[in-house]
């Protein structure tokens, strides 16, 4: 009684003072939406982990040890299937040398500056393997070719095996600062490309590399903002004018929408979050979650006034009608985006919080600021004396009529779609998170047919004690190592020291070919690695393969294209040779590759803990806010189904899930529970307040709450399907996947839900 005496004083205070309440909202608004100028952006693949991630952890340490890996490569395409001319060498030169201006670079490889070695006497020759393209015949052309073509450090790595392709490496030292940092080096790179086509008409050059992928997560995401926002307004502003019939009633849910998103995205500012590529999607699910609620209130005092109330009193019944379901909704899908701070992915939790943050932001302005401007506003209807809505009358007819053949039927529908679940399986690939528009993508899959590949694994093979990288039998293990990976169907190019030891042993045997072998003597090797790194110039020395005080090396394999149940199964394989051939060897394995291929798995077994207490939660909610334990219960069903059905039709269409689809049951969970607990608060009210059987109430819910939940699904269905349009496929899935879960979870509370409230809740 105290609680709707309370609701009761709200309607009046907003409706009487109206414009207190407006210029009271709009100060709040402003003051948390101040905090927007705080707001920052982070593109980097890093923000996908948390600090606590293991295979982070184990990344930087290799970073740290060694040079960063971050990179721009080039991949040059000459056109005539030939790299080993004049002029493309020419290119190839000219393209390393200015290379070294882009911003942060640090190091520069490439055939041309490739730090080749001969023999004269007992002398060490150490240098460029092409200087003066110009000037080569065609016989030093043929050395070079022969040279590159047999040269391990070279071959899939920085030039392909038939010599059509060759690529330019560029190693950045981001400072990481800035989130400007990978865009402004994307730029330059674009630049100095454009530049190299233009002096070398026919040359086509394709840009990859980490800091490519990190500029493709910005530019993704600030076209996605730029393209689907603007259309799901579009989408929203038709659906509520042909829905609502009112340009002030619709003029007040697209400023209320404006009013909720400035609102969370300036508390996240003011806690001094960053965007992400995914958190950059709050405002397109705000936008749709926010329509909810209004278009509730705003059906409801339409619906009054066409049977002849005034607008004030229209606007108070309205909000004492719907207050009570509107704030359970507004709670069980914040409690439903809360579930994402259990994902090991902090740009999820980050989504799932500003989400959640500008769904109450909503419900506070749906309860003060939207009534408050509908009271200010021009209204017109037109006056009705029957409220019944015809096409939800004869649904309501036929689901009444066929309620025992619908519990059936729809049940077992359920339970085949259910069982389909097992069909899908984990699975990732980084890569793919862009879609064949993105430049990034287009590029990496040229790289990946013809040079070399984007993704890797790195190890730090530790040696016993400092200079023990020289160890005749440290080398051999490591050579036995790489063999062994050489072997592996996966695996494109090993990058290893023990290759450059086996060319310097060969050069100071007269290079005798007899003599390409590891050398058998410590101090032997020793001083050949000495000898080697004295003669190296600035900037290619070997502190991107050996540590300090040379006690390990990095060993970095290339790999093809594979999903991340593909890698993790790679990574099994290495590490159980690695036991049982190096068991006293200190090693680390990482990777960006492996770091993704890990996350996945552990953030579904996070997010199905917090989508279990997200249910736990929203359960107690629904059965304290029903006053009954088998309401309560009975809501479950059409919240918890909706999501085995649409991971069931996922595994008969696609049975891949990544990282976008892991959060979608938590998310959704919150979503489905809106229109269930509508229709139950409607059906309790015509049970309770008008004494209706069960059959009239399940009528009475039809004809009164029918309407928006058709209008609110359409929004919502449509918003997430405007954002599976996204080239970014981690959103586009879980847009798709949100979408297909929400259709569902209308058909279930049509269709569904009334027959079993019908059967369980006899009068």
Request: hydrophobic fraction near 50%.
């Amino acid at each position: 009684m105290r609680v709707t005496t309370m609701i009761d004083k709200l309607g009046r205070f907003v409706t009487r003072y109206p414009w207190w309440t407006l210029l009271f909202s709009l100060l709040v608004v402003f003051v948390l939406a101040a905090g927007v100028l705080h707001l920052g952006f982070k593109n980097d693949y890093r923000i996908y982990f948390s600090k606590e991630n293991p295979q982070l952890q184990a990344f930087e340490a290799i970073q740290d040890t060694y040079s960063k890996s971050d990179n721009v490569m080039f991949v040059l395409d000459p056109g005539q299937g030939n790299v080993f001319t004049p002029r493309i060498l020419q290119a190839i030169r000219q393209l390393t040398e200015r290379s070294w201006q882009l911003p942060y670079s640090s190091r520069v490889d490439s055939i041309t500056n490739f730090q080749h070695t001969t023999a004269e006497q007992d002398d060490l020759i150490v240098a460029d393997l092409v200087s003066d393209p110009a000037a080569l015949s065609e016989e030093q052309i043929q050395t070079i070719r022969r040279v590159a073509l047999s040269e391990p450090l070279l071959v899939r790595r920085l030039v392909s095996p038939a010599g059509h392709v060759a690529g330019v490496n560029v190693t950045v030292q981001l400072p990481g600062k800035s989130s400007m940092e990978a865009m402004q080096v994307a730029v330059e790179a674009r630049k100095l490309a454009a530049e190299i086509e233009a002096e070398y008409p026919g040359i086509k050059l394709y840009l990859t590399g980490m800091v490519m992928m990190n500029n493709a997560f910005a530019e993704s995401s600030m076209n996605d903002n730029q393209s689907l926002v603007p259309l799901m307004y579009g989408i929203v502003i038709i659906a509520l004018l042909l829905s609502l019939r009112s340009i002030s009633a619709t003029l007040g849910v697209v400023l209320l929408i404006l009013l909720s998103i400035v609102s969370a995205l300036g508390i996240a500012g003011w806690l001094r979050w960053d965007l992400t590529p995914t958190s950059a999607i709050a405002p397109t699910i705000i936008l749709t979650m926010a329509v909810a609620d209004c278009v509730h209130l705003l059906v409801t005092m339409l619906h009054n006034m066409r049977i002849g109330h005034d607008k004030r009193q229209a606007v108070q019944e309205s909000i004492r009608i719907n207050f009570q379901p509107i704030f359970l909704t507004s709670a069980t899908t914040a409690i439903g985006f809360l579930s994402m701070n259990f994902s090991d992915a902090p740009p999820f939790r980050d989504l799932g919080n500003i989400v959640a943050m500008g769904v109450l932001m909503a419900f506070l302005l749906t309860i003060t600021f939207l009534p408050a401007l509908m009271v200010i506003l021009p209204l017109r209807v037109k006056r009705q004396d029957d409220l019944d809505n015809r096409h939800m009358q004869l649904l309501a007819d036929f689901v009444i009529r066929r309620r025992k053949a619908l519990l059936v039927v729809n049940g077992l529908l359920a339970v085949v779609l259910t069982s389909f679940v097992p069909l899908n399986e984990l699975n990732d690939e980084f890569v793919k998170y862009f879609d064949e528009s993105i430049e990034f993508r287009r590029s990496t899959d040229f790289f990946n047919d013809n040079l070399g590949g984007l993704y890797s694994m790195e190890f730090s093979i530790h040696a016993q004690s400092s200079g023990g990288i020289s160890e005749p039998g440290y080398l051999q293990k490591l050579q036995r190592f790489t063999g062994w990976l050489e072997e592996q169907p996966e695996v494109i190019h090993v990058h290893t020291i023990t290759d450059t030891f086996k060319r310097l042993n060969k050069n100071m045997h007269g290079d005798d070919p007899a003599w390409y072998r590891l050398p058998e003597r410590r101090d032997l090797a020793a001083q050949y690695l000495l000898l080697y790194e004295m003669s190296l110039p600035y900037g290619l020395d070997l502190n991107d393969q050996i540590n300090i005080d040379k006690s390990a090396v990095r060993l970095i394999v290339t790999m093809q294209s594979m999903s991340s149940r593909e890698i993790l199964s790679v990574e099994r394989r290495v590490r159980d040779w690695l036991q049982d051939n190096m068991p006293e060897a200190g090693i680390e394995a990482a990777s960006p590759v492996l770091m993704f291929a890990h996350i996945g798995k552990r953030n579904i077994i996070r997010m199905v803990a917090g989508t279990m207490l997200a249910l736990v939660l929203i359960s107690f909610i629904l059965i304290a806010a029903f006053r009954s334990l088998k309401l309560g219960l009975i809501s479950l069903i059409p919240n918890l189904v909706p999501a085995g059905i649409a991971f069931g039709i996922w595994g008969l269409i696609d049975g891949q899930i990544g990282l976008g689809l892991s959060v979608v049951t938590g998310m959704t969970l919150g979503i489905v529970v809106d229109d269930t607990v509508h229709f139950i608060s409607k059906y309790r009210r015509a049970r309770i307040e008008k004494q209706f059987s069960s059959k009239e109430a399940v009528r009475y819910a039809f004809s009164t709450v029918g309407v928006a939940l058709w209008i609110t699904s359409l929004v919502l269905v449509s918003g997430f399907l405007v954002l599976s349009l996204s080239h970014f496929t981690m959103n586009s899935e879980m847009g798709l996947m949100t979408a297909i879960t929400i259709a569902v979870a209308l058909f279930l509370d049509f269709l569904f839900l009334p027959p079993l409230l019908m059967t369980l809740e006899k009068k």
